[in-house]
């Protein structure tokens, strides 16, 4: 496709439990990356993928996030045992690499998650 | 690490007015800088880019300055458009890591 499609839009978790997000990038676009935005606007980086490998994980809190890219398959990002503070909107971004520099990165419009 | 710190947080100007938004960056490492523009409920949208071997670049409205030398960048909006009122980020990327570093964002308002 021509855009970055997230889904679900909104999602509600009690805290504790799993939320999963996926992310389907654009079609020929071989880098994804992964941002959480927090109320006070602030990005921050989250994971990054070349194709089905991870990229760069320096922003992953390990340990309850974990993300996949397979082939013929949306990403996805997943968080185990959600707390409050992951209240967040989570936004999926692709880009394609063109002689060897990074191109625009094209977000997604994002899941908001909400734990109560 | 790259830190990237942008001013002012909010900016309130008259239609017809130009904007202008800076950021500064750490890292003379970083060499492209993005800028995106968020409306309430939507993921960010480019809007301008410019890498470091390049000074300035402008597409119609919007320009953007770099200064290598003193790390920093500006967004220059001229003749401001209710449409233009959104956030704004800034950001510093470099080639090594994949990474964009955020600026915190700027609430741009036009006032009619």
């Known amino acids: 496709g021509e855009e970055v499609a997230q889904t679900p839009k909104h999602l509600v978790r009690g805290e504790g439990q799993k939320a999963k997000l996926y992310c389907a990038p654009i079609?020929?676009?071989?880098?994804v990356f992964w941002y959480q935005q927090v109320l006070k606007n602030e990005f921050k980086f989250l994971i990054s993928?070349?194709?089905?490998?991870?990229?760069?994980e320096t922003g992953m809190p390990k340990e309850r996030f974990s993300a996949k890219c397979l082939p013929n398959s949306p990403c996805s990002l997943e968080i185990q045992a959600t707390k409050l503070e992951d209240s967040a909107v989570y936004f999926c971004?692709?880009?394609?690499?063109?002689?060897?520099?990074?191109?625009?990165?094209?977000f997604g419009q994002g899941t908001r998650l909400t734990v109560v | 690490g790259e830190n990237v710190e942008q001013h002012p947080s909010t900016l309130s100007v008259q239609e017809g007015d130009s904007a202008v938004i800076k950021c500064t960056y750490s890292d003379s490492a970083s060499n492209y800088f993005p800028w995106y523009k968020q409306e309430l409920g939507k993921g960010p949208q480019l809007i301008i880019d410019i890498r470091s071997n390049v000074g300035e670049k402008k597409d119609q409205r919007i320009a953007v300055t770099l200064n290598k030398t003193a790390k920093h960048f500006s967004l220059h909006i001229t003749e401001t458009q209710p449409e233009d009122s959104a956030v704004y980020f800034c950001?510093?990327?470099?080639?090594?890591?994949?990474?964009?570093?955020w600026g915190a964002g700027t609430k741009l308002i036009i006032k009619p």
């Open positions: 079609k020929g676009h071989s880098y």
């Open positions: 971004a692709s880009s394609q690499s063109v002689a060897g520099q990074l191109a625009e990165a094209f």
């Open positions: 950001a510093a990327f470099m080639d090594s890591n994949y990474q964009l570093i």
């Open positions: 993928f070349q194709n089905e490998n991870v990229f760069d």
